[in-house]
């Protein structure tokens, strides 16, 4: 439901829950783990920018917290598979996932 997002670099990318942009307001899971760093420039040297405006980080060592929707917080592993990531974005989607 609601995920960490910092940047150590390009600073006016700023945490998406405290921004008032329409659209920064929202994130996204992809299939590209280079979303999950907390350095926007870097993440966007290597994908379109796109994925990178919307996507996490943390500067929690080795993890990302998330706030899920039964109301527990949870810290996701910055090398999770990104395929196990995008079906924790959806909901009801049958998917069988590990616990954290």
């Known amino acids: 439901m609601v995920g960490e997002r910092h940047t150590r670099t ?33 993440c966007a040297s290597q994908v379109n920018a796109n994925y990178c405006k919307y996507g ?21 592993p910055s090398s999770i598979d990104m395929n196990v990531f995008m079906a924790l974005s959806t909901i009801a989607g049958g998917e069988v996932l590990p616990n954290f």
């Open 10 to 42: 390009h600073f006016t990318r700023g945490p998406f829950w405290a921004d008032s942009f329409n659209l920064y307001s929202k994130g996204a899971s992809w299939p590209y783990s280079i979303s999950m760093v907390p350095d926007y420039d870097l």
């Open 56 to 76: 996490w980080g943390s500067f929690h060592p080795g993890g990302i917290s998330f706030l899920f929707c039964d109301g527990s917080v949870r810290s996701i």
